[in-house]
């Protein structure tokens, strides 16, 4: 008996569709943390995080970092914190040249710096899959792209079509292995139906 190979904790997180709580801003999309974190702890309760301390330096700004551990993995994640046109925070107001001016910026507050420690959790939790497509530029989880190609992909089978010939021909040649392999197989490409099904049994006899 073959056994299934147990789903990794990547393979299961990546398959969730998060969009219902993403929010765009400045032409980014934000997953929020806490349905991020709800949904990480609904499908794997031993999850933790830790906070690590936020550093600074005068050329690169502030740096928050955090620390995600799920079945016994640990994968850390760091983050700048960034004013609304993601360039590093400093400690005294700044200014930067734009398009349209100048643009001057208040020094980060503690405010900026917690909200990036949020940020930079949920995309900590990205390494372990949940939401990883956005952070990849996709719509949709890539499980999800996956099904709906299968979908398209599969060519209804029926008795005297285009197909019939060499599934005939197949299936005769397969015999050994019994209707339910050759079912398996035939499914990996064409949709098969209960009349279409007692045809293809016939072919056995």
């Known amino acids: 008996m073959t056994t299934k190979k147990k789903e990794t904790t990547f393979e299961m997180l990546s398959k969730i569709n998060v969009n219902k709580f993403v929010e765009k801003k400045n032409g980014l999309t934000y997953l929020s943390w806490a349905y991020a ?23 690169l700004g502030f740096m928050c970092n955090t620390s995600v551990t799920i079945d016994g993995e640990t994968l850390p994640m760091w983050l700048p914190v960034m004013d609304g046109a993601n360039k590093s925070m400093k400690k005294q107001p700044y200014k930067y040249s734009t398009r349209y001016g100048e643009k001057s910026v208040e020094a980060a507050t503690t405010f900026d710096i917690n909200k990036t420690m949020m940020r930079c959790l949920v995309k900590n939790l990205a390494m372990f899959g949940l939401g990883i497509y956005i952070f990849a530029g996709d719509d949709i989880p890539t499980s999800e792209v996956q099904e709906e190609v299968k979908e398209i992909a599969l060519i209804s089978l029926k008795k005297d ?34 009349s279409t099904k007692s045809e293809l049994q016939k072919l056995l006899k």
């Open 161 to 194: 079509d285009d197909n019939w010939s060499k599934v005939s021909a197949f299936v005769k040649a397969n015999k050994s292995k019994g209707i339910d392999t050759i079912l398996d197989q035939l499914k990996t490409k064409y949709t098969i139906s209960t």
């Open 37 to 59: 974190w709800s949904e990480v702890k609904k499908n794997c309760p031993d999850a933790t995080y830790e906070i690590g301390e936020t550093t600074y330096d005068d050329a």
